[in-house]
């Protein structure tokens, strides 16, 4: 099996999130705190973050939070 590569960014340099671009993954928004553990967005958004990395994705992505704004337990 071939190993994963994962290419971290930010969208702006004081962000705290690194987007994640893994060319081998056709179609899933990754994103990562730590660059160790990586959600998917659909998948992960906002039930498997802690109350602090919501917060501070909420913060750093108000696209996403409108976005989402219809899943249960999302306040904005």
Known sequence: MSKQ???FC???PT???FWVDAPQIIGEFLFSF???KIY???A???HNLTTEEKVIFDRENPY???FFKDR???II
């Open 5 to 7: 590569i994962f290419n």
């Open 44 to 46: 992960d958004y906002p």
């Open 64 to 66: 996403w939070v409108e």
């Open 34 to 36: 730590d660059k160790n």
């Open 15 to 17: 962000d705290t999130i």
């Open 40 to 42: 998917n967005l659909f």
């Open 10 to 12: 930010k969208n702006d």
């Open 72 to 74: 249960k337990g999302v």
